[in-house]
């Protein structure tokens, strides 16, 4: 109950306003900023600002938001760096999520982390926001670093740090500015003409005919990158003309591939037309040999490029050439081509090797277990996208360079490759992304006229609207898909045949020749 207590100091009275906690573990009293209690010169002044303190503070409690003065104390000494710390510490999720959260810690710490948790404002954050879009930071990433700040404060609030969370958002502010302020640049995509081209293109680069099988199945099944890397034999199922998606392989900043479940629980099963199952999968699955991989002894569809190397023992190459004053590709030709080097620079580059007793590295039977996101994006997907290799100082941007035939030509590598080379690749679809085959899948089902809620759950996607929840999905509309499927993936086929009989890529190859004996047969023409 609210009363005003009477005070005396240096022959004078004064009152303090003084009312019941709604925890009724002590009792409250009125203070100013500094802590100190307020003196009152009446004792009318004193109980009314007690009444409103009590009726305040109950307020409080009943909405779940009333704060002790003792933790409100102690929250004023607690700086947002050593919540954000404790924070992570205690959060149990995973790999994939943690490692985000911690990114997106780090640059908000960088922001606020002096701060104390309860001095942080609304006015802090929005200039924050602003300054961050200036210096260039995709809207995308400043969205996501303003979610987990609202994260953050929201548990601050809950642990009785601050009253209030000042990242959240009051309805309808901004909306003056509509939404394009927000809006990402849009998705590139390709014809099924183009993401066949890709395929091969990628094959060309790599040397190997897996790149073409992935390329073609991302571009008709609307895979993650994550799933088609992370998909295992087992799931391929023949049978049934199913592709199982039940896990991803998630790559860490470690460079540790973590198995874990498909991005938001979406497991499903892909229909997949006859011409990716029999004619493109199944001759794959047989050349390759399925071995399991270190990391997680399992058998996977896809496997890296080239062979893995022997953990380096002893001396470097860069560390033989300081030695011998020379530069390292004179001591790389030295080990290679010995005839092309002079006998005095030969000869001194040797004996720098024997007495650092360096051994060049041996390759190991078995490839690498698994491509690499940046890798396989920056020297395989960019490049038969684009026909340019992208900066990798100190090295500008540059064109693929090729051979002039077989057609579409074949990349040209090693020292003076663009010299050696007759021409280059032109794009097939300038800034696309292996993201976008996925964003273009989705977009040929719906001109295919496929339902959405079949779209859907091919796609991995949820739909909690009641449309959704009273249409189902039917053998028929199964049926049509794949029919429609087959017919895109022929008449890609045929215009790829038109620009050149053959291919260099084997698994291409094959297709081409088959289609044009079946075309042959149905116009009643020897093909040549």
Known sequence: MAYAEPRKARGKTYFRACYQRPDRKAQGVVVDADGKAVRYPT????????????????????????????????????????????WIEDQDLADSTMQNYKHGATHLVTAFGSLAVRDITTTMIAKWERQARANGAMASTVRTRRSLLHLILADAVDQGHRDKNPAERRRGRG??????????????????LGALLIAERMSLLSGRDDEFVHGVMKAYTGMRWGETVGLEREFIRRESQIIRVEWQLYELDTGELVRCPPKDDSYRNIDAPPFLMNDVLRPHLARTSGAPCACHELSYVFTGRGATRQQRQGPTLKQVAEACGFSTGTVSNVLNRPETVPERTRVKVELAIAELG????????????????????????TPAATGWYPRKAPADPHPVPVSAGPWPGVPVRGRGAAARAEACWMPVKDKLTRHGLRHGHRTLL???????????????????????????????????????????????????????????????????????????AQTKITPS
């Open 175 to 192: 909306r003056r500015h509509g939404r394009s302020r927000s809006r990402g640049p849009e998705k590139a995509i390709t014809s099924m």
């Open 446 to 520: 719906e001109e295919l006229g496929v339902p959405k809620v079949l779209i859907d759950e091919r796609m991995g996607h949820e739909d909690g609207s009641v449309s959704a929840i009273y249409t189902h999905i039917t053998d028929s509309m199964r049926a049509t898909m794949v029919a429609g499927l087959t017919e895109v993936w022929l008449r890609s086929l045929d215009e790829r045949l038109a620009l050149a009989p053959r291919s260099a890529v084997h698994a291409l190859d094959v297709l081409l020749q088959a289609r044009a004996l079946e075309l042959a």
């Open 358 to 381: 360096y051994q060049r590295p041996v390759g190991l039977e078995r490839e690498a277990a698994h491509w690499r996101r940046s890798g396989h994006a920056q020297w395989l997907f």
């Open 43 to 86: 004792k009318t002044t004193a109980l009314k600002a007690a009444q409103a303190a009590e009726a305040e503070a109950f307020a409080e409690a009943k909405k779940g938001r009333y704060v002790p003065p003792e933790v409100e104390a102690r929250a004023g000494a607690l700086t947002f760096a050593e919540f954000v710390k404790k």
